[in-house]
C-alpha cells in the first residue's frame, strides 16, 4: 500500500489522528461484526479476537463456536488481509512524522544554532507581540543580521512566514540566560526587550547586561513608571510605547506633511533615501577636519545634524563645522552612499 505524503496533512498532529480514527474504525468495525455474530460471544472477547487476528501474534480462536456461525472465518481472512496493510499504512506514516518530520526539524534547528553561533555584531529581539513583530519587519527590510528569542513557537513561525526575510530564531524564554547565551547575546551588538510585560523586559535587561556589558539594548516599557526602573537595569533607551503613541497622534494632527515625509523616507522599499547615523571613531582620519575638508558632502550626503561626544547637537552644521573624535553625523543619503561611506572610515580611507 502507497504511504500517504505527509503534505497531505496540514500537520503532523492531524496526520496522526487520521491514522489514529482508522486503526480505531478498524477495530469498532470487526468488534461489532463478531459481537453480532448470533449473539454469543461476549463483547470483550470480541476485542481480543480482533487484536489479535490484526497483530498476526498466531494465537488460536478465541471465540467457541466460530466455526458454527456463517462466514465468520472468511472475515476473519478479509480482516487478517486487509487488517495487517492498515497497520502497514499507519507504521508507515508515524514514522514519517518522526523520521521526517521531528528528525528533519532537529537537523535543521541545529544548523541555524550553528549559523548563530558564527555571528558578531548582531541584534537580538526578544519577543514577537504587536511591538516585537514590527521590530523583526524593520530590521527584515534593512537587511540586518538579527536573532529572535520567542517562546511561542506557532507565533514566532506565523511572523517567520510573513517576514520579508527568513531570520535566525531561538525557541525559548527571553529572561533565561540559556535563551539569551544561544542567542549570541556575547558577540552581538544590540538587544530590544519587546516582552509582553514590563516585569518580563527588567529581567531580560537585567539577564542581557549581566551577559555583556557592552551591549546595547532598547527596552520596551507599558507604564510610564517602568522608564526609570528599565534603565537603572541596564537600558540605554526606554521606549514608552503610549506615550511615543500619543505623540504621534498629535503630530498626526498638527504636522501631517512632515510626518508623511519622515515615514515615507524611512520606510522606502527602494530604499532611494535614509536618515541614517556615522560615528566617527577616533583614530579615523576625519577627526578634527571641517566637513568642507572631507568627501562626506561630495558622496550626496547631506548632514543635518552632528552629536558631539558630550552629547549635545550641531544642527544643520556649516562646511567649517569641524568634526570631533567619537562624534555622530546624521545623515540623509542613498542606502548604497551610506554604505560606502561607513565602509570607508571602517577601512580609514576615508
Known sequence: ??????????SPRRLLGATSLLVIGVVLGSTIYYRLGEGRWDFWDCVYMTVITLSTVGFA?????????????????????????????????????????????????????????????????CGVGSHGEHVVEELASMVINFVVVEQDEGRLLRVREQALAP??????????????????VAKAHGLVAALHEDKENLFCTITARALNPSLRIV????????????????????????????????????????????????RDKDQNLRIEELTIPSDSGLVDKMLSETPIRDS?????????????????????????????????????DVERLRSGIAAGTL
Not at 85 to 114: C, K
Request: glycine content about 10%; hydrophobic content about 45%.
Open 1 to 10: 500500500m502507497t504511504r500517504m505524503a505527509l503534505g497531505d496533512f496540514d
Open 61 to 125: 480462536e478465541t471465540l467457541p463456536g466460530i466455526a458454527l456461525v456463517p462466514y465468520a472465518r472468511l472475515f476473519t481472512v478479509i480482516l487478517i488481509v486487509i487488517g495487517s496493510g492498515v497497520l502497514l499504512y499507519v507504521a508507515s506514516n508515524l514514522t514519517a512524522i518522526f523520521v521526517e518530520g521531528d528528525l528533519r526539524g532537529l537537523l535543521r534547528r541545529r544548523r541555524m544554532q550553528r549559523e548563530i553561533d558564527a555571528m558578531k555584531g548582531h541584534i537580538i529581539v
Open 167 to 184: 531570520f535566525h530564531y531561538v525557541i525559548g524564554d527571553a529572561t533565561d540566560d540559556k535563551s539569551l547565551e544561544h542567542a549570541g
Open 300 to 336: 550626496g550626503a547631506l548632514v543635518i545634524a552632528m552629536r558631539t561626544p558630550g552629547g549635545g547637537y550641531q544642527y544643520n552644521p556649516g562646511a567649517d563645522a569641524r568634526i570631533e573624535s567619537n562624534a555622530t553625523l546624521i545623515i540623509i543619503a542613498k542606502a548604497p
Open 219 to 266: 527596552a520596551r516599557a507599558v507604564e510610564t513608571s517602568a522608564v526609570p526602573k528599565l534603565k537603572r537595569a541596564g537600558a540605554d533607551q526606554v521606549v514608552s510605547t503610549n506615550r511615543i503613541g500619543g505623540q504621534r497622534m498629535a503630530s498626526e494632527l498638527i504636522r501631517p506633511q512632515v510626518v508623511a515625509f519622515l515615514d515615507g523616507m524611512i
